[in-house]
């Protein structure tokens, strides 16, 4: 059974460009969270999606937005970068509530580095 | 808004001994405890988790213990060995309404674990 896989594992982008990072679930989770997670930090919570809208949303501005699919996979975009986007962004996917569904597990994440 | 402190930052522990590391919460509505183990370049692996209706839990060598009302819980590693060398991170969540709640961390604990 595969965990939650994220792509692409680095991207270098310049400031001002856009980025897409994209993120598959464990099978049988429906519910997908992203997190940023900054050199030395603890993840930070930016958003959660379920059945295809956003539930909940953190302390991030609009330039972050994202999107879930049907199959529950999940991306995350980023618009104008700023050099403080540079992180380590995660996606986190949990099972079904009726499952019991508190638990949320990480994948390995997206690097991401702005210059 | 929920916010969580960890302590220690690090720790250093010889193999064999144990190694205890508490967190504090502030919002008394939390009632989901996880506890993440990040190997370096890797997401955080969820390694034990506490529901708040439960004062402890108990897996092999991995405990983790709650106080809700002085609202701190910890992880106790006992005879640990040089692969448990990581860092740490806690986790507090409050789910409502049917949905899972976002995860606001700890700043993380650095455990080395010498031979």
């Known amino acids: 059974d595969a965990g939650v896989t994220q792509s692409p594992t680095h991207l270098i982008k310049t400031r001002g460009q856009q980025v897409t990072l994209r993120c598959s679930p464990k099978?049988?989770?429906?519910?997908v969270s992203w997190y940023q997670q900054a050199l030395g930090q603890g993840p930070q919570f930016i958003f959660q999606?379920?059945?295809?809208?956003?539930?909940q949303r953190g302390n991030f501005p609009d330039r972050f937005s994202g999107h879930q699919f049907p199959n529950y996979s999940s991306e995350l975009n980023v618009n104008a970068l700023l050099l403080g986007d540079s992180a380590l962004y995660l996606c986190?996917?949990?099972?079904?509530?009726?499952?019991?569904?508190?638990?949320?597990?990480f994948g390995p994440g997206t690097r991401l580095t702005v210059t | 808004g929920e916010n969580v402190e960890q302590h220690p930052s690090t720790l250093s522990v010889q193999e064999g001994d144990s190694a205890v590391i508490k967190c504090t919460y502030s919002?008394?509505?939390?009632?989901?405890f996880p506890w993440y183990k990040q190997e370096l370049g890797k997401g955080p692996q969820l390694i034990i988790d506490?529901?708040?209706?439960?004062g402890e839990k108990k897996d092999q060598r991995i405990a983790v213990t709650l106080n809700k009302t002085a609202k701190h819980f910890s992880l106790h590693i006992t005879e640990t060995q040089p692969e448990d060398s990581a860092v740490y991170f806690c986790?507090?969540?409050?789910?409502?309404?049917?949905?899972?709640?976002?995860?606001?961390f700890g700043k993380g604990t650095k455990l080395s674990v010498k031979p």
């Open positions: 506490i529901r708040s209706n439960v």
């Open positions: 099978s049988g989770h429906d519910t």
């Open positions: 999606y379920y059945e295809e809208e956003e539930r």
């Open positions: 919002d008394s509505a939390s009632n989901y």
């Open positions: 986790a507090a969540s409050m789910g409502y309404g049917g949905s899972q709640g976002n995860l606001i």
């Open positions: 986190a996917s949990s099972p079904p509530l009726w499952r019991g569904g508190h638990e949320q597990y």
